[in-house]
């Protein structure tokens, strides 16, 4: 089935699926639809200037549904969290008005979230407390990953946060708040790391520029460097 509305026309660049069966499309320009499969009936969510209950703006980069069942939308400017029970918004920011351009979103076990930004590293938002914490590079406390530009972030089975950016592939080390950057000084074939992928037995995939045959257990495979659970990037292996 085929659903040719005039709100897809900009293009949709996240989708999400709730606990109700009800499908999230975040679009490019016109806000938020929910979409309830068994109907065929839509409904839009957009941002209103004058009012703070709604969408913090109409660009959506991302959607996420927490272990909680809360729906989290990722827009240029800030994230929102759904309420299902007035259908409106909370929106929270690391500063009013700052534009963020959110890209991807993943979430620790404990519920904190991480987001990935165009230009601006990497936040930590805990939802109990409503704050963020910034991660960027070249800042005077070099926490940050190797680029500030993030065109993804994913938290591993083993509660790993991995990031996905411009200069490859970084890792979070939780004991002293900064990043491991792994590139083509450590083996990679490209420095420009698209994405990040899981599969059920633990393999982690970064989606690299690059596509090169695979060799050994850790290679690339059409442009995905495949790293066994058992052998996540230990200093001096690749």
């Known amino acids: 089935t085929r659903y040719d509305e005039p709100v897809f026309t900009r293009g949709v660049r996240a989708i999400a699926k709730d606990r109700d069966g009800n499908l999230w499309f975040g679009t490019s320009g016109n806000g938020l ?3 309830d499969p068994r109907s065929g009936r839509y409904r839009i969510y957009a ?10 703006y109409d660009n959506i980069g991302a959607l996420w549904i927490d272990r909680a069942g809360t729906l989290w939308v990722a827009t240029d ?3 929102n969290r759904f309420d299902p ?9 690391p500063q009013p008005k700052s534009l963020t351009q ?9 519920g904190v979230l991480w987001l990935a930004t165009s230009s601006h590293g990497l936040h930590r938002f805990d939802p109990g407390t409503g704050t963020f914490t910034t991660f960027e590079y070249g800042l005077p406390d070099p926490r940050g990953p190797g680029h500030n530009r993030v065109n993804s972030v994913h938290v591993d089975g083993s509660g790993a946060v991995w990031a996905a950016t411009f200069r490859g592939l970084d890792k979070f080390n939780p004991r002293d708040g900064t990043f491991k950057t792994y590139d083509s000084r450590f083996g990679l074939p490209s420095n420009t790391a698209l994405g990040i992928l899981e599969d059920e037995a633990g393999y982690l995939a970064g989606v ?4 090169i045959t695979q060799t050994n257990t850790i290679g ?7 790293v066994p659970p058992v052998e996540r990037f230990v200093e001096g292996y690749i």
């Open 77 to 79: 400017f800030g994230l």
């Open 33 to 35: 639809v929910r979409f």
């Open 85 to 93: 029970a007035t259908e409106e918004f909370r929106r929270y920011s």
């Open 220 to 226: 690339v495979v059409g442009g995905l460097l495949v």
């Open 102 to 110: 959110y890209r991807s979103i993943a979430e620790e076990p404990g």
């Open 208 to 211: 690299l520029a690059a596509s």
């Open 47 to 56: 941002h209103v200037a004058s009012d703070p209950r709604t969408l913090s």
